[in-house]
C-alpha cells in the first residue's frame, strides 16, 4: 500500500510540474490522448522503481 502511495504521489507532482510547463509554454494545459498513454508508462515505472527501491533495503 505504501508503494502505491509514494507512487501516486511522485506522478501527481509530475504531472503538476508537466501542466505548469503547459501553461508557461502554450498559455493553456492542453488535454492530449499522447499525454494519457505516456502518463500510464511513467507512473508504471515510478511504481517499478519504488518497488525495487524496498527491497534493497
Do not use: N, P, T
Not at 501516486?8 to 509530475?14: D, F, R, V
Not at 503547459?22 to 492530449?32: A, C, K, T
Request: proline share 0%.
Amino acid at each position: 500500500m505504501r508503494l502505491l502511495f509514494v507512487a501516486s504521489i511522485k506522478y501527481i507532482l509530475i504531472v503538476i510540474l508537466w501542466q505548469a510547463l503547459e501553461l508557461i509554454f502554450y498559455g493553456v494545459v492542453q488535454h492530449r490522448i499522447v499525454d494519457d498513454i505516456i502518463g500510464i508508462i511513467l507512473f508504471w515505472y515510478i511504481y517499478q522503481c519504488e518497488s525495487r527501491g524496498l527491497q534493497r533495503k
